[in-house]
């Protein structure tokens, strides 16, 4: 599935099976697990093969193809709180 060079690098590509990994598309996001991505042996670019691509299109084009939903935390990166108690401090 991988092997090749590395697009960024002189590195190569090798297939890495991670746990869980979170993919992006168009209106949020699927997490795999068990998914065997590349990752570049000198960059630690991430390749990802496109039957891993088809797979997550597949789970977010039908909400029954995924075996459970997780609950993800979002938050922005300046935390209110903080922000006030900074200014206060100045
Ligand atoms: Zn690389």
Known sequence: MY???CE???G??????????AFKHRC????LE?????????CGYRYYH???LRRVE????????????AMVPVAS????HRRRHEIKTI
């Open 50 to 52: 496109s039957s891993i």
């Open 58 to 69: 597949e789970i977010a084009g039908r909400k029954d193809a995924a075996e459970r939903a």
């Open 12 to 21: 190569t590509v090798k297939e890495k099976v991670v746990a869980q990994e």
């Open 28 to 31: 949020g996001f699927v997490i």
């Open 8 to 10: 960024y690098c002189e």
């Open 3 to 5: 092997g090749y060079k």
């Open 77 to 80: 990166f300046v935390n209110k």
């Open 34 to 42: 068990n998914v065997p991505v590349g990752v570049c042996d000198k």
